[in-house]
């Protein structure tokens, strides 16, 4: 698993290299570190290894995680699944829950710019602009120059977090242009720009808006247009916008099954507090994770702030119907305290028994009993 997630990391690192056509030896450190530990491992398996790091990447993308070289304990990735999308020869979803397994990564920073953004509204005591601010990057996570520039004019409060949503925002790279005629895509499902694949198609990086058919066209975006566009940082939009829109979706649908919700209550302490009319209040955190054994592994009970009496992480119903295993999994790796931690189900489940409390049906919330 050292390994795995090694690759995976460097794999991200290379990703971000600006232009790959400039890419020169030596390799990166890590690279080059990745690369001595894979080729040291399959002689030692007397394997054929990869003999540059451009082959080692050639590898991510044909092999699957299931199908290399070493044994990879069961479960920790769904079978079929690749470090690199073949389509695009982007780092996927899982890749990215790879590299930051460890906490020390991409999700740490993306971490840090929230609580970053949590602190200053906090001792502004601004609540109204840290729920903007999430609305922002989930309903917006492309914007030109002047819409940038012109957010604080928008009678949210966000002037306050100026320096904050500038430094989330980067000029979209390259690779999601069309560069024959200087275009970029967006999504029509969650707005993200979409990927260029080697065919010249258009896919989105969520497998998510995958998982619900053909690709949908969004707004169109010139390279210049309005100063430029730029796109959400890959750790925010991966660890907060994606699970956004199921956050805000299943608060829409929880009260109109009649419990009484809140959305990032105490500055995000969790995703959702659900007040039941039983008396009871329950904390839900809203995961999309490829792996449910990785997300086991960061499995934790966020802060009673604001208090509950049990925690559920809710994934969509696609993951547990793909990957029946996917709860045994999510378990097993969960470790230390968090056995006794938060339970997974899927957000229909959530939904499906919050209705029944409501209506008085007596059942007690048994999510064993849910699948
Ligand atoms: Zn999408």
Known sequence: ???????????????????????????????????????????????????????????????????????????????????????????????????????????????????????????????????????????????????????????????????????????APAHHMNSRIGTFTACGRCRFLLHRTLEGALVCERDACRSRGPVR??????????????????????????PGHAEMHLAKSLESAGATVQLWPSYGSYSLHIALPDGRSWAVEIKDWASGALLGRTAALPPQDP??????????????????????EFLRHSTGAARSGPDLVSSDDLLRAVRTIVAGAGAPFAPEGLF
């Not at 707004?219 to 907060?240: N, T």
């Not at 969509?316 to 029946?324: C, K």
Request: proline content about 9%; aromatic content about 8%; glycine content about 6%.
């Open 1 to 171: 698993m050292p390994l795995l997630r090694a690759v995976a990391t460097a794999v991200v690192h290379l990703s971000h290299v600006d232009n790959p056509g400039t890419f020169a030896l030596p390799y990166p450190d890590s690279a080059q570190s990745v690369l001595d530990s894979m080729v040291l491992t399959c002689l030692l398996l007397k394997a054929e290894p990869p003999r540059s790091v451009p082959q080692l990447v050639d590898w991510c993308t044909v092999r699957t995680v299931d199908n290399w070289v070493f044994p990879i304990p069961p479960g920790v990735a769904p079978p079929g699944s690749h470090l690199v999308d073949p389509t695009t020869r982007q780092p996927t979803q899982l890749c990215y829950e790879w590299a930051d397994s460890d906490d020390t990564g991409l999700r740490r920073t993306g971490k840090e710019n929230m609580d970053a953004v949590a602190m200053i509204c906090r001792e502004e005591n601004c609540p109204d602009v840290y729920h903007a601010f999430r609305e922002l990057l989930i309903k917006n996570p492309v914007l030109t120059r002047r819409e940038l520039s012109t957010l604080a004019s928008r009678g949210t409060g966000l002037e306050l977090l100026q320096q904050q949503i500038q430094a989330v925002y980067l000029p």
């Open 217 to 242: 066209h969004g707004r169109e975006y010139g390279a210049g247009d309005s100063g430029g566009v730029f796109l959400l940082i890959r750790p925010l939009r991966q660890w907060v916008a994606s």
């Open 307 to 328: 208090p509950y009496d049990r925690c559920v992480w809710a994934v969509p119903r696609g993951r547990v119907r793909a990957h029946h295993s996917y709860r045994d």
